[in-house]
């Protein structure tokens, strides 16, 4: 074999040698974390004099294990919220879902509520606790289908009495049972005044009124019959000194009625005042039916109250303005349930101020 190539192959052996040896002697410092040491590497391309330290795995060390139920075949019951037998409500979404309304209002104050997509009108009734009725009546809506997303709803929660029909019962002869308006009762239920009522169905009558209770009853010095409150459930204690005439120098045209309001008559286009500070939350001025108020406004104020002004030829406030007492709202009208000009004040969450007035006086609230 030349001499040559002899030199080559011990060059080549002496490398492989060298590499051996280098290996052997990698040295392992065992630390004092069971699992744990330091290798020495004197071969790093980065630092020779370096040292790593890394996780050595043993029999002991725990592994993953993917979770498995022991009956794979066992059914696992979810409770899901369905609406309209189709839609599927989730427990945790978007601001406008269910689960967005944390605190029911109380059963006698308005609302409003800004549609959110996928809303139906039978989840928005169930949130607030109201009929679907209720709803479509105070919006002017053709039917429960008729809402869509970024619309602005009215929750006026109704006073009234529901009735199961029976034989001889007529639009006419129940309004006049109940001190109530069969137009309006027709309008409330969608049911057409020329058509005679389904015996045995159930109708809700808007503003109805049970004959009065003998007690509990207190008497109006100034005026002898008996007042009784909280009228309808829209009443609540009395706030002396709270409210301000809304139309000073009104006459009272009558006492309370429907949801604890009053009327005060006025001539056409006479200001209307706002009777506290407050925040405007809704603000009707569209000439429509609006459950029979008309145009209307619904001031709420610091004492957590609410006052509603309606029938009103227009409202001159919108939606979350800030009024001050004795600020001009609107103009004395007839729109909506009305048969002449007047304000028909409602007082939600509080006594009326003028509960105890006089028929046919101009008086001064309390």
Request: hydrophobic share 35%.
């Amino acid at each position: 074999m030349p001499q040559d190539t002899r030199l080559d192959i011990y060059k080549v052996l002496e490398r492989c040698a060298l590499l051996i040896a280098g290996f052997a002697i990698i040295t392992f410092a065992v630390a004092s974390i069971p699992n744990r040491a330091s290798a020495f590497w004197p071969f790093s391309t980065l630092n020779a004099d370096a040292a790593v330290d890394t996780y050595i795995p043993s029999s002991t060390t725990p592994v993953l294990i993917a979770s498995v139920n022991s009956n794979p075949n066992a059914d696992v019951p979810i409770s899901l919220t369905i609406s309209g037998d189709s839609a599927l409500i989730p427990h945790s979404g978007p601001i406008g879902t269910i689960t967005d309304i944390g605190n029911t209002p109380p059963p006698d104050r308005i609302s409003v509520y800004v549609v959110r997509p996928g809303d139906t009108l039978s989840d928005i009734a169930g949130m607030f606790g109201v009929s679907v009725n209720t709803i479509i009546w105070a919006n002017n809506l053709t039917n429960a289908r008729d809402v869509h997303p970024g619309e602005t709803l009215v929750i006026l929660p109704i006073s009234g009495i529901e009735r199961t029909i029976v034989k001889g019962d007529t639009l006419k002869s129940i309004a006049k049972k109940y001190n109530a308006d069969a137009e309006e009762i027709a309008q409330y239920n969608g049911l057409d005044p020329t058509e005679p009522l389904a015996l045995n169905s159930t109708i809700i009558i808007p503003g109805g009124e049970f004959a009065a209770p003998s007690a509990p009853a207190t008497q109006n010095k100034r005026n002898p019959r008996t007042i009784r409150e909280p009228y309808l459930g829209g009443g609540g204690s009395a706030q002396p000194g709270y409210y301000m005439n809304p139309i000073p120098g009104g006459i009272i045209t009558q006492g309370l009625h429907g949801w604890n309001g009053i009327d005060i008559g006025a001539g056409r286009g006479t200001p209307i005042h706002a009777a506290a500070d407050g925040t405007v939350i809704i603000a009707r001025n569209n000439g429509g039916w609006n459950g029979g108020y008309g145009n209307y406004v619904v001031i709420a104020h610091e004492n957590g109250s609410q006052t509603l002004y309606s029938h009103m030829k227009n409202a001159i406030v919108s939606s979350g303005q800030y009024v001050s007492a004795g600020q001009t709202i609107g103009y004395v009208g007839s729109t909506g349930l009305s048969t002449g000009p007047h304000l028909h004040l409602e007082v939600r969450g509080a006594a009326n101020p003028f509960r105890n007035c006089t028929v046919g006086t101009a008086c001064s609230p309390q």
